[in-house]
């Protein structure tokens, strides 16, 4: 409009409508519970009781507010008319039965949206003070994403509440200080005022209606507020303590309002999970303000001096200026409020329906079709049962005749056991068992004739009896033809846990083709097709063999075996998962996590992988900003019911074991560092790497993830700076278990290698790593036997062994051998005492491994030398022992050194080329040159003889080798001129 011409008339209502209308997006409810641990001075000074209400003359006022750039107030809502009262049994119970009420949108006890101060402003968060921010740490925030669960904490929390802390201390005043005193046994019981109540401040209170206020949020709010939620920002709350409006007169000021002003500040980030809508802050910390920053005049910034009531006019004793404190009483009795905060709509809301891939893993992997299931013939199961039925009658008779008095004689005994049998049904039960086995014995070896007569039925049952008491006796002779007694201490595993075993042993002592070969063999004779439960478990075993030896395209195929034999089998789709995560196929990967959420919502690891998913995707460079804002969304969301998952978890392990610290809560590791435990384990190093950055950046380093660390860099032969993160650990912790067991495992895979080493006293020195590693170990085994594991003590032995400290050795073995009682400690046993020329301990400490494996052609080897240091007498088992150990793929260089050195001492000049020419084919050295030359002079072969001798001198690196090949060729030359 023109400034020239002249006024305009608006019509009624023109303005409303030019102005844009506010529209509200959200609503926040704050729901002041309780404040517990009140200071003593606002009790009365006889009784000793909070003041009725009706002489009370204070009520209370909560504060929240959010503030922006520059000290403005983005948000701020007022909770009046608190008051004090004793926590009785009553309003407790009242207390309890309103905690979980839904807000309602208008409460009719509380002032309405127009009453709310409300401000709109874009802006930063203010940080929180420096007095409030000590007290942070300290509250307990639990977040719950449906109002039912916080409802029980907070009933929960109440109930804790409702006696002081033990930890509070209120005070007394004794003359002009404050001493301690035991805390009162009230709280401020935080209510409403009813409606019949709203214009009279003297009706009392009842807590009938928890204090709620509702604030409308515009839009502007609500970004604001996710804002702050994304930032870490905080909300502000003020407590403070008001003189009532119908008790105030001029002359009566509450000098101490100041004094009682406390303040401080609660994360709004964790607001930031998605889906959460509730969140109580239970016990928050009532931090005072002090005083100086308070009781200022606000035109002239001097202190406002208090007022002199008129001469006559009588002043509350609650209203005197109180004597200094030397602990402030809200901190003396810890004081703190527990409030909650809704909203109806989640501030950071799930980006809709989880996302879910176009295919399923049945349609990379089809699934196998199970083989028929192998069904035994009648006459095995019929052994079976009876085998079975023997072992429940022997046990019944024990039970039985430990219940009843001792008879005089057999007969007696077991005609009252027989008794007890048929009396209590066992005898019956038993005969039913049977049934099923004769009907298919009768269906399988007794042809069925139509038109059977009365006589050749008789007969029939004449054969049956026959066949079943001979079947029952056959296997009553087997089961029982060893006893208790001749038992051995230990028995060998049958099927698939000896397989796995013998697989262990072999990895230990680093023969990896053996160690492939036993698993191979575990599963072609391992459980059949339909044991579902079993076979995919025997094909993840054999995959993670297969990444730690680092052959990926074998442990895939073996995690597709897995999922084929069972689709939803959860450990083989993770495991599959993360090998295509950790070789860059992420959109396959996602196939494979969300089936395994899908067949297991509660467990946490499907959950955790699944948030792995998401971060890799969201910190990739190929996606646009929404797409990987999105993915960040659901990796919060995953996070975060996987942390619920796990924290299900610990309550269901600690209800299944109630005496294990039935006093303290589960307690469990992050969601990183179990992650990071996962992938570890299947050697994905980079991606427990990135689990353990997270982990950092949350509780920062710890010895604990320094020892992963150091893992990690052990496992990809990063063994420098494994050495260098273990000596920090140690040098922080000298007695560290875990640190000291993996050091020594480095210096183990090491071997050979001259390290430096800096000594406590700062002097370098120059050894093997052997020698390391023998320390690391013996200061483990010195510090807690026990925590030694047996393929720890495994490496030990081989350790003393290669230093030649054979009875060191000896007894590392034998405590191995207690430990894990197996082929390979038993074995180490049997070479240590072979070293020390013990061939009698040596012989049966062979026999005792090869009891356990009898597979394993080193442990034949050593027993055709144990044999044949034990000749003349033994040269045919001996031979024997060998030829069994070339059966099962002997090609141990050493060993077949040593053993054609004894073949040729003993002149057996055949048997030492064999043995000899078998040592050179699995590695060609000077020594076995030399010493086939020797063996081929003896057998008068001087051709031969002539062209080891060459070799062996030059390719020998010894001076002694060389020396001895030149002397051994001049000789054949002699003989050569002679001749």
């Not at 004793?86 to 409460?107: F, H, R, V, Y």
């Not at 989880?354 to 992997?365: A, E, F, G, N, T």
Request: aromatic share 8%.
């Amino acid at each position: 409009m023109d400034a020239n011409e002249p006024n305009q008339e608006v019509p009624d209502g023109a303005a409303a409508e030019e102005e844009e209308e506010e529209v509200f997006v959200n609503k926040m409810h704050v729901e002041v519970v309780k404040v517990k641990n009140i200071p003593s001075q606002w009790l009365h000074p006889d009784s000793g009781e909070p003041p009725h209400y009706a002489d009370s003359i204070f009520e209370f006022e909560f504060q929240l507010e959010l503030e922006g750039k520059e000290g403005s107030t983005i948000l701020q809502c007022t909770l009046p008319k608190g008051r004090v009262c004793t926590m009785t049994e009553d309003i407790e119970k009242q207390l309890e039965s309103n905690t979980g009420q839904e807000p309602e949108a208008e409460p009719s006890e509380i002032p309405g949206p127009s009453q709310v101060t409300t401000r709109v402003s874009k802006g930063s968060i203010v940080k929180p003070s420096a007095a409030s921010e000590s007290f942070r740490q300290q509250q307990t925030t639990v977040g719950t994403q449906s109002d039912k669960a916080t409802e029980q904490s907070t009933v929960q929390e109440r109930d804790n509440s409702a006696t002081p802390s033990k930890s509070s201390v209120p005070t007394t005043t004794v003359g002009n200080k404050s001493q301690p005193d035991e805390p009162p046994a009230t709280c401020v019981a935080w209510c409403s005022l009813p409606n019949e109540a709203m214009s009279s401040d003297e009706a009392p209170p009842t807590p009938s209606n928890l204090h709620i206020t509702t604030v409308n949020l515009t839009s502007e709010q609500q970004a604001s507020l996710q804002s702050a939620v994304e930032g870490s920002g905080s909300f502000q709350y003020t407590f403070r303590r008001l003189i009532k409006p119908s008790k105030a007169t001029p002359e009566w000021e509450d000098v101490n309002e100041a004094r009682y002003k406390a303040t401080s500040h609660v994360n709004l980030a964790c607001f930031g999970e998605p889906g959460t809508t509730t969140i109580t802050f239970t016990d928050t910390p009532l931090v005072p303000i002090p005083v100086e920053e308070d009781k200022t005049d606000d035109k002239k910034g001097k202190k406002a001096a208090p007022k002199k009531p008129a001469k006559g006019t009588q002043i509350p004793a609650f209203l005197l200026t109180e004597d200094e404190w030397d602990i402030h009483p809200y901190e003396a009795n810890g004081a703190a409020i527990t409030f909650k905060i809704t909203f109806d709509t989640a501030l950071v809301c799930l980006p809709g329906e989880r996302p879910r891939p176009d295919i399923l893993p049945s349609d990379i992997i089809p699934q196998r079709v199970k083989p028929t299931k192998h069904v035994p013939n009648a006459p095995k199961l019929y052994s079976a049962e009876v085998k079975e039925i023997i072992y429940a009658i022997v046990a019944d008779y024990r039970k039985y005749s430990d219940s009843v008095p001792k008879v005089q004689t057999v007969e007696e005994g077991r005609k009252a056991f027989l008794h007890y049998l048929g009396s209590s049904g066992r005898s019956f039960a038993y005969k039913q068992k049977l049934k099923h086995c004769v009907v298919r014995i009768v269906k399988e070896k007794f042809a069925k004739k139509p038109g059977v007569t009365k006589l050749e039925m008789e007969k029939f049952y004449n054969e049956l009896y026959v066949y079943l008491l001979d079947q029952m006796h056959f296997s009553m002779n087997a089961t029982l033809a060893r006893t208790e007694l001749d038992a051995p201490p230990y028995a060998p595993e049958e099927g698939t846990d000896k397989w796995l075993r013998l697989a262990l042993e072999a990895e230990v002592v680093q023969e990896y083709e053996m160690a492939e070969r036993y698993h191979q063999e575990r599963l072609v004779h391992g459980p059949v097709a339909d044991e579902t439960e079993e076979v995919p478990l025997a094909w993840i075993d054999y995959a993670k063999f297969c990444l730690r030896v680092r052959d990926t395209v074998k442990a895939e195929q073996a995690f597709k075996e897995a999922i084929s034999i069972d689709i939803s089998h959860v450990p083989s789709l993770l495991g599959y998962g993360l090998l295509l995560l950790s070789t860059d196929r992420p959109k396959e990967a996602e196939v494979f996590f969300q089936a395994a959420v899908d067949s297991a919502l509660t467990s946490p690891l499907p959950w955790a992988c699944l948030c792995l998913y998401f971060e890799k995707m969201a910190l990739s460079t190929g996606e646009t900003p929404e797409i990987a804002n999105n993915h960040k969304k659901w990796a919060k969301y995953s996070r975060v019911q996987a942390v619920r998952a796990l924290a299900g978890a610990a309550v269901t392990r600690a209800e299944e074991e109630p005496d294990v610290e039935a006093e303290a809560p589960p307690l469990t590791e992050s969601l990183d560092m179990m992650l990071a435990r996962y992938t570890l384990e299947l050697h994905f190093e980079k991606l427990t790497a990135h689990c353990l950055e997270s982990e950092k950046q949350a509780r920062g380093g710890t010895t604990e993830l320094q020892h992963l660390d150091a893992m990690i860099q052990h496992q990809t032969k990063g063994y420098e700076e494994a050495r260098r993160i273990l000596r920090e650990i140690l040098e922080k912790d000298p007695n560290n278990h875990k640190a000291l067991t993996l050091l020594g495992d480095v210096y183990a895979d090491m071997g050979g290698v001259e390290v430096a080493e800096v000594g406590r006293d700062g002097v370098e020195r120059v050894c093997l790593a052997a020698v390391l590693g023998e320390e690391a170990y013996d200061k483990a085994l010195r510090l807690d036997e026990s925590k030694m594991e047996g393929t720890v003590l495994i490496r030990l032995g081989n350790i003393y062994c290669s230093l030649g400290r054979y009875q060191e050795a000896c007894d590392a073995f034998m405590l191995g051998a207690k430990t894990w009682p197996c082929g390979t400690t038993w074995m180490g046993v049997g070479v240590a005492y072979y070293r020390l020329g013990n061939f009698a301990d040596a012989e049966q400490a062979f026999n005792e491994s090869n009891l356990l494996n009898n597979l394993n052609p080193k442990t034949w080897a050593y027993i055709a030398l144990t044999c044949l240091k034990q000749c003349p007498g033994r040269e045919e088992e001996a031979d024997q022992a060998f030829h069994q150990g070339l059966q099962l793929g002997l090609a141990d260089h050493a060993i077949l050194m040593e053993i054609g050195v004894e073949h040729l001492r003993l002149s057996r000049l055949k048997l030492a080329q064999a043995a000899l020419l078998k040592a050179k084919a699995a590695r060609a050295t000077p020594t076995v040159h030399l010493l086939l030359g020797l063996t081929y002079v003896q057998l008068r072969k001087p051709d031969e003889a002539k062209e080891e001798f060459i070799i062996a001198r030059d390719t020998a690196t010894e001076e002694g080798e060389r020396a001895k090949a030149i002397e051994e060729l001049g000789v054949l030359a002699t003989l050569d001129a002679t001749a």
